[in-house]
């Protein structure tokens, strides 16, 4: 689902590694770091009295703002915003950020400036490299057309509705592993990961990770998560110190590179293989099909081939649309469904809604298809409001300041980071009422959507560099919950309780697994 890698360190262990080994290396060199400490509180004092910008926290020599952040940034950022403001100066380590917590400020930025911060930030050619110029690509014309192309041809509603069938098999699926082990407790965290692995690499190869008719663990499972994992420990050195030998010494460029290689082999394998079947059975006919039956890599190096294309369509252009898809699909979308199921474990009234709902309009047919999920209108309701609660990328993937602007009446300089608190905004108590509170009815009626129209509800950014996969992922969120409220009754195992406590891996995910006791609806046993 996108835009939601963020530049800071996500992966709590990963992060707390990271700032160890870093402090370590840091004070074995502190004589190398006294004098530009000094230098650059200088620098940065005298900046902020000739510059007009945001009001912000004071700020430590080299660190800046970072050690104010903690382990859940967007928690973090939003009491340092009650202080401050709306629209809050940081220095993160080396690079000058503003942080954006209110819808006005967010539309300002996101829709009337969207051009002038449209870019990404930079970062370092060990990070580079991973992303293939893609969704951490400065703005740019390639980068104009190779999105325009991915919302034409990759991310419209015909491409996500011709892999219908592939997503209600992955899911049949999951219900059988399920019910195979409603005996015991079932881990609901793992179960939705390989899902959506499987549903992703179907998408984007034609073939799934898991073995013929389960729902298990494999190698590939983990790859994405490993990368990005890397890219979060390799991020915080990057804020304070953009200096080689720090990656050097502490082993992490060498992991990045090997990750790099194991991540850029499956594509290649990949991309020859359709090639072998391209030559031997011709291109084909069309974008998709409606059983899905044209993978999306199939799709891309169509239009690879096509010399007519109109701009430059490189190989790497094409790993990195499907590594987007990989990235913004599988941790997002099995994190909004964990989520979601806990909301309703939490809140039994409402899972009772949602059930009768489903049951209601499937009646015995035996499963929910996609052709029934129009009529669920209190389950899209329940999306809404778990991704509100629960937005999978809580701080929007940050932007760069291209061009010097004015916002609120502040000096913007070029090269600022742009950080927008969608959770703030999301859990806003002047928006919402009862923002804590999971209440779906409060969507119910309300002109809103998800889709960077409306900037009190943005769980997937807006304008320009907005999430481009979302409907990818929605499609599996949908069909994935009405299944698993359709065919079963939710409990948790005797002598526990529901911890909601947030954690910041890839996306924002509960710090403990969802396990739950599946018990099958007699009339379907």
Not at 189 to 194: H, P, T
Not at 229 to 245: A, K, M, N, T, V
Request: aromatic share 8%; proline share 6%; glycine share 6%.
């Amino acid at each position: 689902m996108g835009d939601l890698f963020f530049f800071f360190p996500k992966y709590c262990n990963g992060e707390e590694m990271a700032k160890k080994e870093l402090m370590f290396e840091l004070l074995k060199h502190s004589w190398l770091l006294i004098i530009p400490s000094i230098l650059l509180l200088l620098l940065l004092s005298s900046r902020r009295r000739r510059q007009k910008l945001p009001p912000g926290p004071w700020q430590l020599p080299i660190l800046g703002n970072i050690h104010q952040l903690g382990l859940i940034a967007h928690r973090s950022l939003l009491h340092l915003a009650e202080k401050h403001g709306p629209l809050m100066y940081l220095q993160l380590g080396r690079i000058p950020t503003i942080v954006v917590s209110s819808p006005d400020i967010a539309s300002e930025i996101l829709k009337t400036l969207d051009l002038a911060f449209a870019s990404r930030p930079s970062t370092s050619p060990s990070v580079a490299k991973f992303w293939y110029g893609g969704r951490m690509a400065k703005y740019d014309e390639h980068w104009r057309q190779i999105r325009k192309f991915g919302r034409l041809k990759i991310y419209n509603m015909k491409q996500v509705q011709s892999f219908r069938r592939v997503r209600e098999d992955e899911v049949d699926v999951l219900i059988q592993t399920i019910r195979r082990s409603s005996s015991s407790p079932v881990n609901l965290r793992k179960l939705f990961v390989f899902m959506t692995n499987n549903i992703t690499s179907r998408e984007a190869f034609g073939k799934r990770i898991s073995d013929d008719g389960e729902c298990n663990w494999r190698p590939d499972h983990d790859l994405f998560k490993e990368i990005l994992q890397l890219l979060g420990q390799f991020s915080i050195r990057q804020l304070l110190l953009p200096l080689e030998w720090l990656h050097k010494r502490s082993g992490l460029k060498e992991k990045l590179e090997k990750t790099f290689e194991r991540m850029d082999q499956l594509f290649e394998r990949e991309i020859e293989k359709h090639c072998s079947c391209s030559n031997r059975d011709g291109d084909g006919d069309g974008d998709g099909d409606e059983d899905g039956k044209r993978d999306l890599l199939s799709v891309l190096l169509k239009y690879q081939a096509d010399s007519n294309l109109g701009f430059s369509f490189t190989k790497d252009d094409v790993k990195a649309i499907i590594q987007g898809i990989f990235f913004g699909s599988t941790d997002t979308t099995s994190s909004i469904l964990e989520w979601l199921i806990s909301e309703l474990i939490k809140n039994p009234r409402v899972m009772k809604k949602a059930q009768d709902e489903v049951r209601g309009v499937v009646g015995n047919k035996g499963k929910v298809e996609e052709s029934d999920l129009q009529q669920l209108q209190y389950l899209k309701l329940v999306i809404n409001e778990t991704l509100r609660l629960h937005p999978p990328g809580p701080l929007l993937a940050p932007r760069e300041c291209r061009e010097e602007c004015n916002v609120q009446g502040y000096k913007i300089p070029v090269g600022t980071m742009v950080i927008v608190n969608a959770w703030a905004i999301m859990r806003d108590p002047k928006l919402w009422e009862n923002p804590d509170d999971f209440i779906p009815e409060r969507f119910d009626g309300v002109a809103m959507n998800y889709r960077g129209q409306h900037f009190q509800f943005i769980p997937f950014g807006a304008g320009r560099r907005m999430c481009p996969g979302m409907q990818l992922g929605i499609a599996i969120v949908e069909i994935t919950i009405a299944n698993v409220l359709y065919h079963f009754n939710w409990e948790l195992p005797a002598g526990t309780d529901m911890d909601m406590t947030e954690s910041m891996p890839l996306a924002l995910r509960k710090k403990s697994p969802l396990i739950l006791k599946a018990t099958p609806r007699m009339a379907l046993v």
